[in-house]
């Protein structure tokens, strides 16, 4: 497909990604050692580790609109239920169910896509530094369609850029772009001159609950 060589750049970000939070944990450790005197242990009323991370559960929901490339289906309403768990101020990760209903090109009848994904996310910013916190998402999962022409099963590899903010201590709201090419995927109806399949892009708007 001709989405393969971007598929490959967003695994190789993933992997960066992941070697930017090792490198983050590494430096807080670091930090930690250099806080300490020297061959100094605590006393029995302080924790030998200093620090640590315990990760930041959000549950979020979203709604907003699902497209295909190459004529597939027209675009359609999409909804989004995420779990994250922060590991970092910068790394965290999400795993993502979503769905949408599209109506097909060439036939009165809806296109209906059940995905499940897992991604690790990267903060540009951290949340102080800035009025929104910028982020990257790269991941991997299964799409499957029902209705005319659809695929039982399917590997996806999305990508997402967005933005959020918290508005109160526990709540957060925020939007995201997402391009999800598919693999080993084929939404052809029957007796079509060519072949369609399940590359797609959704613009959601999003909120939820932080604990």
Do not use: C
């Not at 970000?13 to 250099?34: F, I, K, N, S, T």
């Not at 359609?76 to 994250?84: A, I, L, S």
């Not at 009848?109 to 790269?138: C, H, K, M, W």
């Amino acid at each position: 497909m001709s989405t393969r060589r971007f598929a490959a750049s967003a695994m190789a970000a993933a992997a960066m990604m992941a070697l930017a939070g090792a490198v983050e944990a590494q430096g807080a450790a670091r930090q930690d050692q250099r806080d300490r005197p020297a061959g100094n242990v605590p006393p029995a009323d302080q924790p030998l580790i200093r620090r640590i991370p315990e990760p930041t559960i959000a549950v979020e929901g979203g709604f907003g609109m699902l497209g295909y490339l190459g004529g597939t289906a027209g675009v359609g309403p999409t909804w989004n239920v995420r779990v994250t768990g922060s590991m970092s101020p910068r790394v965290a990760i999400e795993g993502n169910y979503i769905g949408s209903v599209n109506q097909r090109a060439t036939l009165d009848r809806s296109l209906v896509l059940t995905s499940l994904d897992a991604g690790l996310r990267y903060n540009v910013l951290r949340a102080d530094e800035a009025i929104v916190q910028p982020f990257v998402v790269a991941g991997v999962g299964y799409a499957g369609w029902a209705g005319e022409g659809g695929d039982a099963f399917a590997l996806t590899v999305p990508v997402t850029v967005g933005v959020e903010r918290l508005v109160t201590r526990n709540v957060k709201v925020g939007a995201r772009l997402n391009f999800r090419p598919a693999f080993f995927d084929d939404l052809t109806v029957r007796g079509a001159a060519s072949q369609t399949g399940g590359d797609s892009w959704a613009l959601l708007a999003h909120g939820g609950g932080a604990f």
